[in-house]
Structures are given as C-alpha cells and as structure tokens.
C-alpha cells in the first residue's frame, strides 16, 4: 500500500503523515501529480481558502492528473478544504472552480439560531443517510460518533440522494461526509478525530 | 450536536536557567512532551500550548519544537507566542498547528489578522486576549479620542507606552472596567477586551480565547463578568481561560459566560482533576460534551 498525500503547500501535512502511519500504511508526501501512477490511495488534506487552495491546485497541475487516476479507479479521500475543493464551485475569496470530482458547490454555513457560533469548531456528531457510508467509511463506527471540525464553509452536493452519505446537525445540518464511487470526502478531521479517526482512515485504506 | 469543548493549555516559557545551557531545545521539549503524551492518551478535545516569552525576546515561535512535539500529538492544537507576521502563521500550520493564537500582535499589527484568515481561513486564526480589571470605576473614565478612533475596519493605533492612566478609558463591561495587555499581560495597552474582540472579529479571527490576567493560575474561578462581556459582542466562539480550579468553574462559564470552551491549566497541573472527570461532571449536569469510548490511542 503506497498513501500519496498531496502537498500543494496547504495546512498540515505532518499529522495526516502520522495518522495513516498509525493506520499501518506507507506515505508518501508530494507535490508532483506523476506519483499518482505509483499510489494505491491519495489523500488531499488542507487547511486554507478554498480560493487559494483552488489556484493552487491547477497551477501545479493536479486537477486534470486526479481527474485520470480517479477514472482508472484510485480511491481518494478530501479532508476539511480537501473535501470542500472536490466540488464544482466555491464562494470562499470569490466564486472559484473546484476539481468537479463531486457535483456540487460549497457555501458559507449560515447560523440557524441567535446562539449558533461560525466557525464551526469542535466535536459534533456524523450520522449517515446513506448506506455506502455505513459501508465503506464507518465500519465500527456507531451512527451518530463525535468527530473534530473546524471551518465556516460546507460542501452542498448538487444529488444528494447519489453523493450525500453522512449529515451533521449544525446551522440546520450540513454534508459531513459526501463520496462518489471510490472519491470521498469527509468534512472534519479524522487525522484529529483520535481512535474513531483512524478507524475511518483504515476503512478508506482497506477500499 | 456540538459539544463544549474541555481544553488543557500548557504555558511554556524559556527558562533561563536552562537558556545558555546546550541543547536548550531538548531540554524544552523533554518538560512538554510528557504532559502532550499524557493528555493525547486522554484524548483531550484540544490542546493549546502558549510559550509566553517568545514576544518579549523578541524570538518568533519555535517552529521545531513543535515540529517535533506534533508527531506525539493526534490532538488538535493550538499554538501561541511570537507570531508577528503571516510567514510565522505558516510555518507554525507546517510544523503542525492546526490554530494559532494571536496576543500581541492582534493589538500592533491587527492587519495579521486579516492576512492570515484571507490565507489559511478564519477557521484558524484564534485571538488571544489578555485582560485586567482596571483599577478605577467606570465613572472615573476619562473621555479620550484614543478609544473612539478604533475603528472595526481600520488598524487600531496601539497606544504609547507611556500610558497616561488618568486618561485611560477603557470600555465599562460587566461589573468592572477592563483594559487588554499584551507581551504575557505585562503592557498595558489602553484597550477594552470587548472592542479588540469586535475588532478581530471583524478582521476574520475564528476564535477569541479571552484570559483574565489577575485570575490566571490561582484557580480561584474565571472572571465570569470578563468571559460574558465577550461572548455578548462576538459571533464567533470564545475560549474560556484563567482561573478555573474546580470542575463547577467550568460549568459556571459555560453556562453564565457563554463560552463554548473552557481552557485551564493549573487545575489539571496541580491538582488530581482532570480534563475528563470534568467531562463526566459537565455532562452530568446538562453539558454537551464529547464522551469517548473506544480504546485510546497507544503511541
């Protein structure tokens, strides 16, 4: 199993590093879309702007690179902006392309309640609404486990009945989790989310 | 539902007894890195690390400590002390931040701000906000300019050092008067706690950890009147810090200041609580907090 991180220069790399190593797998950490040929999986972690993680990504070549694993069947998984940068669009520093990898367009979380505080920073529960979720990504772990967020923008799938799998109850509830074949994306951090982390990092190893 | 957030903070500071001796780094990292391992065993919800005398030496943060204590830390974390500039928010998220805390330069260079939540997002910008209740009463204030010229779009112009503190007017808040200091609480700065927390709010900070500086370590109770003031005037979530002792403390600015985490230290350096009995105590009287049961994380 060969992990490629993609780094294109973009918050944390080195907890992500370290938790798929806790998941027992060799990672590789690169800026080059080339070494996609030799990886069985890829992650795009990020913390950022969806606007500059965007530019970032099709300056160096990736888009189109990711766009050709994914039709050979690589699966991938985004992380937080890495999820967010799967869909179409993004209004983060202006309307942005994302990689189109999943239909949909990510917009700012509007608050539901006087007391409901953007960002959304912290442990909230994910429950699935899909089965591929239960399936794939949550194998032992229970509907309705806490997970780590931290950011202002969700991800809102154009199908959900085909792409959304997992929902969070914040500002009236938002995509948490979305996944299209063997592309996933997850909105919290399960590099931070501790044992129920890296039991989903292990579930999307063994896919 | 979003849980309350129960955050041990670990204040480091460059001993000078161990400055000068070789490998001071090490040596650092040797005190750290046994309460990092023991709180990532806990799964502690997140951690903040503040090393309070980077500022005052004028050193920007210690981008290798952290790269080396982050490898041993599956917790989100936080780090604070010496962030002047944008390129240190950097390359503390490269080392392996997942926020930084922002104190004095929130108040010199509140542009830092903006820049770094246009960059890397709101999400990850944590002002810091040191406050003391003000030796006078809101009916001594003085009138000034200097408060009013604070602006929310515009750079708040940090006062002299010299501070003339017959016309300190800081803004009345609660039951007390309360100016912000900067450089570990040791300047003065002329500024209110609620205004610098509007002001980085409206400049794209994602968090306010707002710290009263005369409660901090005595674990006597948070400044109640301070936490709420704050939370009143932002939409973004506020961090609890200084003073907590005892588990009802926790639950006290949750529930009267509002807060949506509660930071401590002392009470889980110096006594046998710890942050996840508070955790068992919060949930049993109401508080939504996360409540781990799977096996801890062996590292």
Known sequence: MNVLVIDYGMGNLGSVRRAIEECGAAVQISGNPDDLNSATHVILPGVGSFADGSARLRERGWRDALHRAIDRGLPLLGICLGMQLLADIGEEGGENPGLGLIPGEVRRLVPDHPDVRIPHVGWNDVHYVSSIASEKLFMGIPDGTDFYFVHSFAFRPSDPAAHLLATTPYCGGFASVVGRGAVFGTQFHPEKSQPVGFQLLRNFLSQ | ?299
């Open chain 2, 1 to 299: 539902m979003l849980k309350t957030r129960v955050i041990p903070v670990l204040l480091w500071k460059d001993v000078t007894l161990i400055k000068g001796i070789g490998f001071d780094s090490w040596r650092r990292i040797g005190t750290l890195m046994p309460a990092i391992k023991v709180f990532n065993a806990r799964c502690v919800d997140e951690l903040i690390l503040l090393n309070i005398t980077a500022t005052n030496d004028g050193l920007p943060p210690d981008y290798e400590i952290i790269s080396e204590l982050s490898p041993e830390c599956f917790v989100p974390l936080t780090v604070g002390g010496g962030i002047r500039e944008v390129e240190h928010i950097r390359r503390l998220l490269l080392a392996g931040a997942d926020k930084v805390a922002i104190n004095t330069a929130a108040v010199e260079c509140p542009e830092i701000i903006r820049e770094g939540a246009e960059r890397f997002g709101s999400q990850c910008i944590v002002v810091s906000i040191d406050a003391r209740r003000a030796h006078m009463e809101p009916d001594e204030t003085v009138s000034s300019s200097r408060l009013t010229d604070v602006s929310l779009t515009g750079p708040i112009v940090p006062p002299p050092l010299n501070t003339d503190r017959q016309s300190f007017r800081a803004q009345p808040s609660g039951k007390g008067v309360y100016e912000c200091y900067t450089h570990s609480g040791t300047r003065p700065t002329g500024l209110s706690p609620v205004d610098l927390a509007v002001q980085a709010e409206s400049y794209g900070a994602g968090e306010i950890l707002v710290t009263s500086i005369e409660r901090d370590g005595t674990m006597t109770g948070y400044d109640l009147d301070l936490i709420k003031s704050i939370t009143e005037a932002v939409k973004i979530p506020v961090i609890a810090g200084g003073g907590a002792g005892s588990y009802e403390h926790l639950y006290q600015a949750i529930v009267t200041g509002g807060a949506s985490a509660v930071a401590a230290g002392a009470m889980y350096q110096f006594t046998e609580q710890t942050p996840l009995a508070a955790k068992d105590y919060l949930s049993q009287r109401g508080i939504p907090v996360r409540r781990s049961n799977l096996k801890p994380i062996h590292t």
